[in-house]
């Protein structure tokens, strides 16, 4: 059921932007049948859903960048739940990548009996706010943010788009998929690409020599991202993003959070997410900071 609020749809709770989201393509999500060989990589938003469309098309094909210099990011890897799925599925080549900022239990029916398998992508949430928050300053199809503070006590509430970022990593860890999932955390990625890549193609079984990681490592490094036309967003018509305001991809680094946060604010933030989060026996490398 969706019912419209502003410029979002409230589809099951959740707040959906109506720039990307219709009745019509969260249909066509729910009525997807995925295939065994499909690969999604699950992110909260702002958390590194970029950048996992550049790499998994790397790691697929074996390092070839043709994808990435010439299909832009949104249709190369596309989200499930966007209007742009219905128009790019067909187009794709098995083993199909696709991305979702869906919570586990509205993922298409289909994934839940299939052997698909999924990357789930977590980044502190403290770094997660900061990006959003600048996100919402430059895309005018989102609410504007306010304050800081204002927007702190909206994301901590679940009053943004994909609702509570506890909600949505806890939906995913709790899910029984076995094998069929791989954690892996941001920070890992700013500190170990490499790593991560071999994690990657060790889990979707296809065993990329060295010098293909390497050469997709050096692709998918920020600098290259920001600026690959097809990744980065500047062709995205003025009006609907404002780089002038704030680019797109902006820092892409860990711990930008220090120079936005009070103490006060953490130590409410860190609080609220910490009670929420309690029970779940999962330890993130930011627990240490």
Known sequence: MMISHGKYWVYNGLMLPKETHSAESLKFAEELKVQNNDIFAITYPKSGTTWMQEILPLVLNGGDLTPVQTIPNWDRVPWVEETRAALVMDNLVAPRAMV???????????????????????????????????????ANFLDDPGTFDEFLEKFLSGKVMFGKWTEHVKSWRKA????????????????????????????????????????????????????NIMS?????????????????????????????????QEARFVAVIQQEMA???????????
């Open 232 to 264: 980065n967003y500047s062709l995205v018509p003025q009006g609907i993003m404002d780089s002038s305001k704030s680019p797109f991809l902006r820092k892409g680094v860990a711990g930008d959070w220090k120079n936005h946060f009070s103490p006060e």
């Open 279 to 289: 029970g779940i026996n999962i330890t993130f490398p930011w627990d240490q900071e």
């Open 176 to 227: 029984n998929l076995r094998d069929r999932i791989l954690f892996v955390t941001y920070e890992e990625m700013v500190q170990d690409l490499r790593g991560v890549i071999r994690r990657f193609s060790s889990f979707l079984g296809q065993d990329l020599d060295e010098e293909t990681v390497e050469r997709v490592a050096n692709h998918c490094c920020f600098s290259n991202m920001k600026t």
């Open 100 to 138: 979702s900022h869906m919570p586990y239990n509205l993922m298409p029916p289909s994934f839940m009996s299939s052997k698909a398998k999924a990357i789930y992508v977590t980044r502190n949430p403290r770094d997660v706010l900061v990006s959003s928050f600048h996100f919402h300053k430059m």
